[in-house]
């Protein structure tokens, strides 16, 4: 894959293989009348209405209603007309009469364009990772390693190596996003100047807000926000208050407040004009360079030390939502990662299985005239402590989840595969069962015992989640991010005496559940259990070549034995039911193609696949 062309093309397969799964996984088209062949590698479509139907050349269907796509698409009517369609365009206005809704023009328009925008930086990416790949090839080469993860553990300390997997991890994006790349609004220059994928590097702006004009929420042991930054940001702190002493300011009487430069330029300048006029905001101030990482406003500080990571809005349209960082995320982050960590020390992490990036301290802008809450959304910032996540002695390597997907410089195989065969030689079957029965294990096992025990849901999908592996290349423990979202059911919680006050704003959804556990549960599964443990499962049977489901076994297996181990502290009607809908029940997840073909106009349609621990 050299010139551009060849990377398009590759990209707008890529694109076409993510409409298809998404259209049938989200019933907009009827799965059922998807014909397939007795060899069950390709098949038919009738078209609704038209005398005409697709052809798909390489198609399977594979566990819980997952249609991929390796082949041509092909129209074939009935006068004899044979067109393949290689464009998402021609493929939705094909479709589009066949789809279970009708669609605004708009509506279709948005979704085409959005995803030629993410098929077109999806093809740059690939393009810039020939180059970073190739630089760490030879890098690994040089010093006679070939282990793309054992080159990592012995030339870099365990925060670098974790950003850079993360950073370079940054490629293929959620597997039911059909514009996991889009980025309206931002040229060519700028997606490769601010996106982890292509290794950036963004300053930010440490800025000055009024203290009286702010809301903060912080964990307990954070005495005072000044106290805080000067302890963690020394250098940043002497210069920020030197500029503001220049002016003849108090430091007391305002707060640093980190603005990505991006933002700074683009948003904040002119959407807080007033705010500057009124010598509420000072936007000028020192700089700190900064990795983006996977979430792309989560920032990592360029420092020695291990800084907290840095969270901020960042006005991009991205997978369906201009990225803001609302008044529920700066204060439900801080009073969950509190309960969380309670529950860990009274658990011993659930057997030293599960860790945490805690959200110690949030602050947002909240102008103390108005009392506003909604400007702050972008004008905000959440810290998480970094520290006891990478400074280790147990010789393990945090992974985040998405990163085990990407393809290795030289191989090109995914690299989880360099974690399952190191001694170098390709995997067979048991091997590749033993790794996933472990690795199923170390998410199913906590995931599983601090919701039943506490109610609370982790959202451990591919993005949230880093797994702690060993030496040895097997999954020794979780560490998740990423909470000011986070749902919890509270009469679960209260029981066991913990509390955790919801933050209550109008037109905003809440996180903490009192009637029905069903939102909670649908984020667990959704989460870790769809688009992470049965992602893996697909990756690993398609990369091994096995043609059957045994990974759904080991994973049916390890769910009843998460269950099993927390049986006997819940109520046995709540283990029943929770049991039926994580092993048998369909399961519930976000129709994402569907809401943007809707414009969100709703952000709460679901739809449930086929259960593919049931079967099994």
Request: include cysteine.
């Amino acid at each position: 894959m050299d010139d551009f062309k060849t990377l398009i093309a590759y990209s707008r397969k890529n694109a076409m293989r993510r409409l298809i799964r998404c259209l049938f996984a989200e019933n907009i088209l009827d799965r059922s009348s998807l014909i397939f062949s007795a060899e069950g590698n390709q098949a038919t479509y009738p078209l609704k209405d038209a005398r005409a139907h697709l052809f798909f050349s390489d198609i399977a269907k594979g566990p819980a209603d997952t249609v991929v796509n390796d082949g041509d698409v092909v129209l074939l009517t009935d006068e004899g007309v044979r067109q393949v369609i290689t464009r998402h365009q021609d493929l939705l206005d094909v479709l589009r009469d066949s789809f279970d809704f009708e669609p605004t023009d708009e509506g279709v328009a948005g979704l085409k364009a959005d995803m030629e925008n993410s098929l077109t930086n999806d093809a740059h990416a690939r393009q810039h990772r020939q180059q970073w790949n190739a630089r760490m090839e030879q890098a690994a080469r040089d010093q006679g390693v070939n282990s793309f993860t054992d080159y990592l553990r012995q030339h870099a300390n365990t925060k670098d190596a974790a950003i850079l997997l993360d950073q370079w991890g940054s490629l293929e994006g959620h597997p039911y996003y059909p514009t996991w790349k889009s980025r309206p609004g931002l040229t060519d220059a700028e997606v490769e100047q601010l996106s982890p994928e292509f290794n950036a590097q963004v300053p930010l702006r440490i800025a000055s807000l009024r203290a009286e004009h702010s809301k903060s929420e912080s964990m307990p042991h954070v005495t005072g926000y000044h106290e805080w930054f000067a302890s963690h940001f020394p250098a940043q702190w002497e210069q920020w208050k030197a500029s503001l002493n220049g002016k003849g300011l108090d430091e007391t009487q305002w707060l640093p407040l980190p603005i990505h430069a991006w933002h700074l330029q683009a948003y904040v300048l002119e959407t807080f004009a007033a705010e500057i006029e009124e010598g509420i905001l000072i936007t000028d101030g020192p700089d700190i360079q900064t990795l983006p990482t996977m979430s792309y406003r989560t920032m990592m500080p360029v420092l020695d030390d291990c800084a907290p990571l840095i969270k901020l809005p960042i006005a991009v349209w991205m997978t369906s939502e201009l990225r803001s960082l609302q008044a529920k995320s700066i204060h439900m982050g801080p009073r969950i990662s509190t309960v969380i960590t309670r529950i860990l020390a009274a658990e011993n992490g659930f057997d030293q299985r599960l860790e945490i990036f805690p959200e110690e301290i949030g602050v947002r802008y909240r102008n103390a005239v108005t009392q506003d809450d909604h400007p702050g959304r972008h004008l905000s910032v959440v810290y998480r402590a970094s520290k006891p996540a990478f400074e280790r002695n147990d010789h393990c390597l945090p992974i985040t989840v998405a990163s085990l997907f990407t393809r290795l410089p030289g191989s090109g195989r995914p690299l989880f595969t360099d974690l399952i065969e190191r001694d170098g030689a390709r995997a067979n079957a048991e091997q590749v069962e033993s790794w996933f029965r472990e690795y199923a294990k170390v998410v199913t096992h906590p995931v599983v015992a601090i919701y039943l025990l506490y109610g609370i849901g982790l959202e451990a999908h591919q993005q949230n989640t880093m797994v702690l592996f060993s030496p040895d290349g097997k999954a020794r423990s979780l560490l998740i991010r990423d909470f000011g979202d986070g749902r919890t059911y509270a009469p679960l919680l209260e029981a066991r005496g913990y509390t955790l006050h919801p933050h209550v704003q109008p037109g905003i959804l809440p996180t903490v559940f009192s009637g029905d556990i069903e939102p909670v549960r649908m984020f667990v599964l959704d989460a870790a259990f769809l688009t992470h443990l049965h992602e893996m499962a697909l990756w690993l049977t398609r990369e091994y070549g096995f043609n059957n489901r045994r990974l759904w076994e080991v994973l049916r297996e390890q769910t009843d034995l998460a269950f099993a181990a927390v049986r006997d502290r819940v109520s046995p009607d709540l283990w029943e039911v929770e049991h039926q809908a994580f092993v048998e029940d369909p399961w519930p997840t976000r129709s994402l193609l569907r809401m943007h073909l809707m414009q969100y106009s709703n952000y709460r349609l679901q739809h449930t696949l086929t259960n593919p621990l049931a079967s099994v």
